[in-house]
């Protein structure tokens, strides 16, 4: 990283070859779209080229920022395309019915292991589910109390409890 | 379950950043409060940490073929480095970065740099400041340091398609010289070789053409209308 932020073209396609598919595999389960994809890992390449000087190894590993751009990156451009993007039907959805909310989330419910994994699967699903929601489609507390039709406030209690619920299970 | 313990609120906000569910409005404050409260960014790259492995579960998909020349195509030359340099060099001697809005939100963004001089340098630092001759406002900044024989340009133009901007020297003898294209919005470190380090001494005017992609078809004179002037003195 040192490297690239001096400028070294090199480094960044070392860094390219070892972490794009990773990246690419995030643009594109949050966007689905094959040319969003592309064009948001290129955003990430170009953002990490010029920012290379803040990333900070106390804090973060070089995986884990460069995912979280590139997540961020996605999400910012999934909410770019508008509420159209997400012109599902609203009415019918019930709390209770977690296959209506974020199919995408819980299909990566099986991926991830570890820890934070089963720390997640030890909320309530309903819990789960918005959490998840939240961090693979950038659905605000608003967007999420539309999808799952319940009072804003409500959601907002649900997902700090649930990641209070988090930290204390990732600490145990 | 049990309950387990709250968040304090600071702590829950972090973990709201984190996870994106914080309204527009409320995501910029928390980033700018992320850009001047040192605590509060660890609490967000704490709850960035955490929750990333849910990551870890999303397949790996190979990029599509061409995805890095595009990308490498499209990487500005070195201008992170150039700009701090720049930024360096003349701090609050030329005023005129907040014309630019991009550069100005760009600087404000990084923590002050201090450069030291090398001690014994004996040529002074050069800047210059190329307005517009119709709007008399500041269109291209330039500092030149004969140390290091590099010519830093930062180019305050709006995108523009369609055309370069060529960069000029004028020396005393009234005849132009072209030192390079400077697309608009960035910042380049153009290097200067040892017949054209000479032209830039303090009352040397620099100049930016409108020209055809790839410059002006005669190397001895800009070819189209000129965007900007300003002359080099000592900083």
């Given at each position: 990283m040192a490297r690239i932020a001096a400028g070294d073209r090199e480094a960044l396609r070392q860094l390219y070859q070892a972490t794009s598919a990773k990246l690419f595999g995030v643009a594109l389960r949050i966007l689905s779209d094959r040319e969003d994809a592309q064009d948001v890992l290129q955003e990430v390449y170009l953002t990490v080229w010029r920012?290379?000087?803040?990333?900070?190894e106390a804090r973060a590993s070089v995986m884990t920022w460069v995912s979280a751009i590139a997540r961020n990156r996605a999400i910012d451009r999934l909410r770019a395309r508008g509420p159209l993007a997400r012109a599902e039907p609203v009415e019918g959805l019930e709390i209770a019915d977690e296959g209506a909310l974020g199919a995408e989330a819980l299909l990566s419910a099986a991926d991830d292991s570890g820890r934070l994994g089963a720390c997640l699967s030890e909320l309530d699903k309903r819990t789960e589910t918005a959490i998840r929601t939240a961090f693979f489609e950038g659905l605000t507390y608003e967007a999420l109390a539309r999808r799952m039709d319940a009072p804003l406030g409500t959601v907002k209690s649900w997902i700090r409890r649930g990641l209070a619920r988090l930290k204390g299970c990732l600490e145990r | 379950m049990s309950e387990g313990p709250e968040l304090s609120d600071i702590e829950a906000l972090a973990a709201e950043h984190a996870l994106g569910v914080l309204s527009g409005p409320e995501r910029a404050a928390a980033e700018a409060r992320v850009a001047r409260d040192p605590a509060f960014a660890a609490l967000v790259a704490g709850w960035r940490e955490r929750l990333s492995p849910l990551l870890d579960g999303v397949p790996e998909v190979a990029p599509p073929p061409g995805a890095w020349e595009r990308i490498a195509r499209a990487l500005p030359a070195n201008d992170n480095r150039a700009l701090r340099f720049w930024r360096g060099m003349t701090a609050g001697a030329v005023g005129v970065a907040a014309a630019s809005l991009a550069v100005a939100i760009f600087l404000a963004n990084r923590p002050p740099v201090l450069v030291q001089t090398p001690p014994g340098q004996a040529a002074p630092l050069l800047n210059a400041s190329l307005t517009s001759q119709a709007s008399g406002r500041p269109m291209f900044i330039a500092a030149y340091d004969p140390a290091r024989k590099a010519l830093i340009v930062t180019s305050l133009m709006p995108a523009d398609p369609g055309h370069a901007h060529e960069l000029w020297v004028i020396p005393a003898d009234g005849k132009p010289h072209p030192l390079g294209l400077v697309a608009p919005g960035t910042s380049k470190a153009m290097p200067m070789p040892g017949t054209m380090a000479p032209m830039l001494q303090p009352g040397a005017t620099l100049a930016v053409s409108i020209e055809p992609p790839g410059g002006s078809p005669n190397k001895h004179a800009p070819s189209g209308p000129i965007a900007a002037v300003g002359k080099l003195a000592e900083i």
């Open positions: 920012r290379a000087d803040r990333f900070d | -």
